[in-house]
């Protein structure tokens, strides 16, 4: 039984002689998005944009549109309404659209857009944490046309792990804002 007892010994100390356990290196999440490139809408529409290349631009009821990003599962859609006196009840439906938004964000911050030559005037809401939309704009030319944007993923909010894709698309967000062009009704 002694002999038994120093072999079973021997046995386990020699199986259990390994390597020491050597920490294996961070590893870094690779994201290869496609270079940006724009081109305007070809939709008839009363405003005109540049667009993401990469896009679907889907041609919607009552001057609204959604873009789609199929590789991201996301579009943002835009709406559009004329106005008619009635800037500011638009502006104050917009903006409680933004802030039903405070029940999953973490934060809402904004930044004002002017473009006195394009008469382009706007706001964008970043909206940080697990809500439905993590970016939503307006923007008008403060008498005749007023359009929305705003960002949705087709998958359950999770912020950490959309937030590469919601930083890409939101810089085509701002190029949308900054390529905005009214069309007159003379047109």
């Known amino acids: 039984m002694n002999k038994f007892f120093y072999i079973l010994l021997t046995v386990l100390f020699l199986t259990s002689c390994k390597e020491d356990a050597i920490p294996k290196p961070k590893a870094y999440l690779s994201l290869n ?76 911050t904004s930044n004002n857009f002017n473009n006195k030559e394009q008469k382009v005037y706007g706001s964008m809401f970043d909206i940080t944490g697990n809500s439905a939309s993590q970016i939503q704009f307006h923007i008008t030319d403060s008498t005749k046309h007023f359009l929305k944007g705003s960002l949705f993923f087709r998958t359950k909010p999770n912020y950490d792990s959309i937030l590469p894709a ?8 701002i190029h949308i804002i900054e390529t905005m062009e009214w069309k007159s009704s003379t047109e």
Do not use: C
Not at 55 to 79: F, H, Q
Not at 166 to 173: A, E, G, L
């Open 33 to 108: 998005y496609p270079l940006k490139k724009y081109q305007k809408i070809s939709i008839e529409k009363p405003y005109s944009f540049d667009v993401a290349e990469n896009t679907n631009v889907l041609n919607l009821p009552n001057g609204w549109l959604k873009i789609e990003y199929p590789k991201l599962k996301a579009s943002i859609d835009i709406t559009y309404r004329a106005l008619n006196d009635n800037l500011k009840e638009v502006l104050t439906d917009a903006e409680k659209l933004v802030f039903e938004h405070t029940v999953k964000a973490d934060q809402i």
């Open 166 to 173: 919601v930083d890409y698309i939101k810089q085509d967000m």
